[in-house]
């Protein structure tokens, strides 16, 4: 009831708020970037729980169909600890048929679900070996996956995973960093691709998600205020990642990830539009500079 409650009052205040959020946040998110090349290859999205794919790179999944490249979807937990009315077993098979529904529409071709247990992954032989056994299988030129610097813990877990499998194999190709809750810094941001043209759809795939009692009205916001991290683009969206080369994630990970930081009393969620500046800003100082510390990383080549 009381959740209900701050909902209403939350979206009564967004028109109140927005200008001024817009406003404040088209400085904070200022660059000269060019619109990023979209890469070869097939692609890989690690994404710890259904719809995670489509908030974080929903247009950029569609660009890379539309090119001809295969793109993977892997689901890492079972989805049954998120915030619903519906039972357990109820949640995890709502959220898998979202899951197809999401894939019919952004017409990635393969969809896997792991189906580790929710809010409790960790990395270990058993879910490295999944995640190795997809590099194997899918033979990724780009892999996409959630930030080191996250709210969630299986969002960080996810990294740490990855981490972990490419410090211990030969993957050579790249890795995008994608956002869900706590933005990556503006400082740390490299690649930005132009979604203009999938926004109508990557919207359309949002609404799809109704199993859980959450707003996403803050993730699409912030798509359209990054436009100005592109020079004279004239672009309408964005979706925007920090890019390195996959012999350099481990230790720009683990530079972060060894301080065992408690990102969720630290930093706040985005995903409501009328909170987003709030949002964005906590701790922001603090976020830019822990990113330039795993920038710097001890056996990171600097170029």
């Known amino acids: 009831m009381a959740s209900n409650l701050k909902r209403t009052v939350l979206n009564a205040a967004k028109p109140l708020v927005l200008p001024y959020t817009r406003k404040k946040l088209n400085s904070f998110y200022q660059n000269s970037l060019k619109p990023a090349e979209l890469g070869d290859g097939n692609v890989l999205v690690l994404a710890p729980h259904v719809d995670d ?3 974080g790179l929903g247009g950029t999944i569609l660009k890379h169909v539309k090119n001809g490249q295969q793109v993977t979807v892997a689901y890492i937990t079972d989805g049954a600890g998120s915030v619903s009315s519906l039972s357990k077993s109820e949640l995890m098979q709502k959220r898998k048929d979202e899951a197809y529904e999401v894939q019919k529409l952004l017409g990635f071709q393969n969809l896997v679900f792991l189906d580790f247990p929710d809010g409790a992954i960790e990395s270990n032989a058993h879910t490295r070996a999944a995640v190795e056994k997809l590099i194997d299988e899918t033979k990724p ?3 996409y996956c959630t930030t080191f610097i996250d709210c969630h813990r299986d969002h960080v877990a996810t990294g740490r995973i990855l981490a972990d499998v490419i410090a211990a194999t030969s993957y050579e190709g790249v890795i995008r960093l994608y956002e869900i809750n706590c933005p990556i810094s503006p400082n740390a941001i490299n690649t930005v691709i132009d979604i203009s043209s999938e926004a109508a759809v990557k919207e359309e795939a949002v609404d799809i998600f109704q199993s859980q009692a959450i707003d996403f009205d803050g993730f699409i916001e912030l798509s359209k205020i990054k436009t100005n991290m592109l020079a004279d683009s004239g672009a309408a969206a964005v979706e925007t990642f920090l890019e390195i080369p996959a012999q350099h994630f ?7 990830d060894s301080e065992g930081h408690s990102y969720s ?3 706040k969620q985005v995903n409501k539009a009328a909170t987003l500046l709030w949002g964005i800003m906590k701790n922001a100082d603090l976020k830019k500079e822990w990113y330039q510390i795993s920038r710097n990383a001890e056996g990171v080549k600097q170029s």
């Open 53 to 55: 794919e489509t908030i």
């Open 265 to 267: 009393s630290i930093f």
């Open 250 to 256: 481990p230790a720009q990970y683990r530079v972060i």
């Open 141 to 143: 030129g780009i892999i």
